[in-house]
């Protein structure tokens, strides 16, 4: 590896990566919503120059300070894959030209999902319509969003500000769910379960957005993709990564992956982070 100046000292350039992460569970404690524990790794991969791309299932009102508190300027992919965010300053403004671009104040938002509106309104009138139970954010204010969640009132509401997917609690029984997973699939829609709850949303996932990177804006460039998660809906960007790292969840088991580059890590949320960074860049 050569040398290079950074911030007026030189260091080692790393190996071309990108890191993209899951939040909770994963880069956020699943209980509090720590990320400090692994602000060491976070600082040491921006003083390499290597980009940390959040990749979630929570929405764009909640990245944005979430993403300020982490000092981080790349872009970020919300709601499982359904949406993603790009600086106008990140790239040389060449993907303006794509016709599934949208500009959204100071950022380029390439939709990948479906409008949550029409998600809202399947999936509901599919409830009335076979008495299922099964309860979501559309029943739900902030009061009660805060309780299912640990939220505090702001992130709650951020939370609430959804635009293309709709979380629900399921409460009806594994023959019901089957039925309901097959509606959902005639509809071209698909369920993605996370921490906390089932994610219905468009026909994407969090490996899709992925694929645009290396399609668009590196694809004449080697970058080797690192990705973090902790559940079942990282599975797809797991798999699409070149280096696996599952983070180990305090209320579930490690994601099964066919991967043949994972590292599991021994800690969890912060902690196994900082614990994977560790070990990817030693």
């Excluded at 479906?114 to 029943?139: H, M, P, T």
């Excluded at 991967?259 to 900082?274: D, L, M, R």
Aim: hydrophobic share 35%; net charge negative; with cysteine.
């Amino acid at each position: 590896m050569s040398a290079t100046s950074i911030g007026g000292q030189v260091t080692t350039c790393p190996p071309p990566y990108i890191v993209f992460t899951d939040l909770d569970g994963t880069l956020l404690d699943h209980h509090t919503y720590a990320w400090q524990p692994a602000l060491p790794a976070i600082r040491r991969l921006q003083a390499l120059n290597i980009p940390i791309i959040i990749n979630t299932s929570k929405t764009a009102a909640e990245v944005l300070p979430i993403r300020h508190s982490l000092g981080l300027s790349s872009p970020f992919i919300v709601e499982n894959g359904s949406a993603l965010y790009i600086p106008k300053g990140f790239c040389d403004g060449s993907i303006e030209n794509l016709a599934a671009i949208n500009i959204r104040g100071d950022y380029y938002c390439l939709l990948f999902g479906a409008n949550r509106d029409n998600i809202v309104q399947c999936i509901y009138n599919e409830r009335a319509a076979r008495d299922l139970k099964f309860s979501g954010y559309r029943d739900w204010d902030t009061e009660t969003l805060m309780s299912h969640t640990g939220l505090d009132r702001i992130s709650a509401e951020q939370s609430l500000a959804r635009l293309y997917s709709e979380p629900i609690i399921w409460q009806d029984s594994e023959a019901a769910h089957r039925h309901f997973s097959d509606f959902i699939t005639r509809k071209g829609l698909r369920i993605l379960s996370g921490g906390r709850f089932e994610h219905i949303q468009g026909d994407t996932d969090k490996a899709k957005p992925m694929r645009f990177f290396r399609e668009h804006i590196y694809r004449d460039e080697k970058i080797e993709f690192i990705c973090l998660g902790d559940t079942e809906n990282d599975i797809a960007m797991l798999e699409h990564a070149d280096i696996a790292l599952c983070i180990k969840s305090p209320v579930g088991p490690y994601p099964e992956l066919s991967h043949k580059h994972v590292y599991y890590s021994q800690k969890c949320g912060p902690e196994g982070w900082q614990e994977a960074i560790d070990y990817i860049l030693a």
